[in-house]
C-alpha cells in the first residue's frame, strides 16, 4: 500500500528479517509520520512448528532481539515480544494499542507474501492501514525489468540493467535515519520480558562455542573485519581468496543480510564508494556482483513462485531420479559426510557441525548430490533448508537449480564437476579437508584428495584403513558422469 502522507497518530512497527534500529526503512517512516510509535516481534509459531529443538538460527535470532530491545530502550523506546501465530498476533496487538497502522518491511518469499495480505485485509477490515516498504533489497519486485518489460532470466544483463538504474538513481543508497525522531518511540511501561529459548521450546547450540557475532553489533564487527583497515583490506582481496574454504576470504555477513542485523542499503554504499574512490581492488566489485546475485534471485522468486518445489525450466521436472533404498543410503551418506570424496565430506561436517557452508563447497555438494548421485535437487534443498544458519528461501533454491542447470543462469546439464578435481584445485594442501576430516590429517597434499586412489600399504602406514576409518568411495564419479549425462538426454530431446 503507497504510503499516506497525513500523519498518524499512533503506529506499530513489526519487525522480522530486520533486526536493527538504524537505516530502518519501516521504522524511518513510521517515526516520521507519527505521533507514538510501538514495535514489535513475533516469534511465529507458524514458521517455529517445523524446527528442531536445538536450532541455531532461533538462538541467532533470540540473542540479536535481546541486542535490539536494548538499542531501542537507549533511545527512549522497547521492544514487544510474542511468541504466537503472527498472523492473528499482529492485528490483535494493534487493537489492544489502539494503533491507527502498521507498518512493516516487505517479504518475498510466497508464504510471507500471503501471511501480509491476511494480516493486512484483518487491518483494513477494523479500519486500520497498512504500510510496507522496501529494505532488504536495494531494487525489488518490477524495478528492474528487460527493454521488453520482463523480469529477467539471465544474470548478466540484469546485473548490467541493475548498475545502470543504481546510476541514475543513487538516492535509493541513502540511509533511513531513526534516531531524528527516536523520541516518538513509546516509552517502556516495565522492566523488558523476553521468551527465554526453553520458554520458546527451545535449546541452546554451539552458538557460542562456535563464536558466531550476533545482533548489530555481530555484524557491525565482521563488516569493518572485511573492510579496508588499517593493515589488511580483504574486500580487496576478495575475488582471489573467495573460492578457497580454507582461507579467510568470504565477508561471512550472510547471516546478517538474512535477519537485518545490518542494512543492505550501507553494504552497497560501501562497495560503491570503495570502488570509485579505488580503494576495494578487483574485491570490491565482485563483492557487488554478489550482492546483487541475491537480488537476482529474490526477483526470480517474487516473479515465479513456482520455483519453490519446480524446475524454473519445466522441461528438467521430467528428469528421473534416483529412488528406493539404495537412493536413500547414498543420500544419508551424503548427509552424513561419508560418501568417500574428502571434500565433500568436510563441506557436510563444516555445515552440520557450524550451520555454514563456503560458497564453494555449496556447488561442489550439490553437483555431488545432483549429477554423481542422481538424486532429486530438492531433498539437497530441503536439508539445506533445515541446517544453513543463512537459509534464504530465495538464495537457496536458486543455487541448487543452479547447480542442477534446472534454474535461471544455471550451468549447463553437461558440466559435472569432478569432486577430486575441485578439491585439488581450491583446498591445494587438504587444509580445509584436514580440519574437519582429521583422520585423513596425515596424509599428504597429493594423497588426502582421493584416499581410494593411495596404496592400501602406503594408507596403513598412516593409520587408515578404507571402509574403518575413512569411507570407500560410494560412487565412481567417471561412471556417475556417464548416467548423469544419460540421465538428463530427456532434457536434451525435449
Known sequence: ?????????????????????????????ALARSGRVYCVFVYDRAILAGLPQRDRRVEFIHASIAELDLELRQFGGHLIVRHADAETAIPQLAAELGVDAVFANRDYEPRAIARDAAVERALLAAGRQWFSFKDQVLFEQSEVLTLGGQPFSVFTPYKNAWLKKLRSAPECMAALPVEPFAQRLAPPTGPAHLPSLAELGFAETNLRQLAIPTGMSGASKLLDDFLPGVATSRIADYAATRDFP?????????????????????????????IER????EGAAV?????????????????????????????????????????????????????????VDAAMAQLNQSGYMHNRLRMVTASFLVKDLGIDWRRGEQYFALHLNDFELASNNGGWQWAASSGCDAQPYFRIFN???????????????????????????????????????LLEQQGIRLGRDYPEPIVRHDEARQKTLARYAVVKAG
Open 1 to 29: 500500500m503507497a504510503l499516506d502522507p497525513s500523519p498518524v497518530q499512533k503506529s506499530l512497527v513489526w519487525l522480522r528479517r530486520d533486526l536493527r534500529a538504524f537505516d530502518h526503512a519501516a521504522l524511518h517512516h
Open 246 to 274: 580454507a582461507v579467510k576470504g568470504p565477508s561471512y555477513l550472510s547471516i546478517h543480510l538474512r535477519f537485518g542485523t545490518l542494512s543492505l542499503r550501507h553494504l552497497v554504499r560501501t562497495a560503491v564508494d570503495l
Open 278 to 281: 579505488g580503494l576495494g581492488g
Open 287 to 343: 563483492w557487488l556482483s554478489e550482492l546483487i546475485w541475491r537480488e537476482f534471485y529474490a526477483m526470480i522468486l517474487f516473479h515465479h513462485p513456482r520455483v519453490v518445489g519446480a524446475a524454473f525450466k519445466p522441461a528438467y521436472d521430467a528428469i528421473e531420479w534416483e529412488n528406493g533404498p539404495q537412493a536413500d543410503a547414498a543420500f544419508a551418506a551424503w548427509c552424513e559426510g561419508r560418501t568417500g570424496y574428502p571434500l
Open 419 to 457: 569432486p577430486v578435481k575441485q578439491s585439488e584445485k581450491f583446498d591445494p594442501d587438504g587444509r580445509f579437508i584436514r580440519r574437519y576430516l582429521p583422520q585423513l590429517a596425515k596424509l599428504d597434499e597429493r594423497q588426502i584428495h582421493a584416499p581410494s586412489l593411495v596404496a592400501p600399504l
